[in-house]
């Protein structure tokens, strides 16, 4: 019987996700990330923080750490680390994790612009979701294919947003919570 490293064992854990142990590590990576994103909505709603501040902090601490674990994990199986980290899904995961450990260092950088955006960087880990569908693949092909088309469609929908927008504005006025051209168009979006 071949006898492998851990390097190896925890390479075919965290990149192959064909075996049993890698879907295994996929599904709590997936929980954990759909958690993790959830913990940052909710304390972004006020009434949450107030008063479940303490545990989302100490829930954001948990899935810090361990997506922490996971990307010097990342970093020790790969063969070569560099390539992992100067990636989207590296630069991604480091971001996502350096709000709260800057927010140990720096306690009320918590509330700072920067940082609150750094935090919900962490939304982007979702998109790692997409490599462990496989029809995600057919679907992403698709997208690409059609992205003239998207891109021609979605500009025409900001065109007449911005148009009627702008047409309540002028209508309505200030009088009627109009008050500016941005807020009309929030209006027509909404």
Do not use: H
């Amino acid at each position: 019987m071949k006898q492998y490293s851990l390097k190896t064992k925890l390479y075919d854990i965290i990149f192959e996700s064909d075996t049993p142990a890698g879907k295994g590590f996929d599904l709590l990576l997936i929980v954990s990330i759909l958690l993790s994103v959830a913990v940052v909505f909710l304390d972004s709603v006020e009434y949450y923080n107030k008063r479940y501040g303490e545990l989302l902090y100490i829930l954001e601490w948990f899935f810090t750490i361990l997506f922490t674990l996971e990307y010097f994990l990342r970093i020790y199986c790969i063969g070569k680390p560099t390539l992992y980290i100067r990636s989207f899904f590296g630069i991604i995961d480091l971001l996502s994790i350096l709000p709260t450990y800057i927010s140990l260092f720096v306690p009320a950088s918590r509330y700072l612009s920067v940082i609150r955006i750094l935090r919900v960087l962490r939304i982007f880990r979702i998109l790692k979701l997409i490599l462990y569908i496989g029809e995600a693949n057919l679907l992403m092909e698709a997208i690409l294919a059609s992205r003239r088309k998207i891109i021609v469609f979605l500009f025409s929908i900001l065109l007449l947003v911005s148009i009627f927008g702008s047409v309540m504005y002028l209508i309505e006025g200030q009088a009627n919570g109009f008050t500016s051209i941005p807020r009309s168009i929030y209006w027509a979006i909404v």
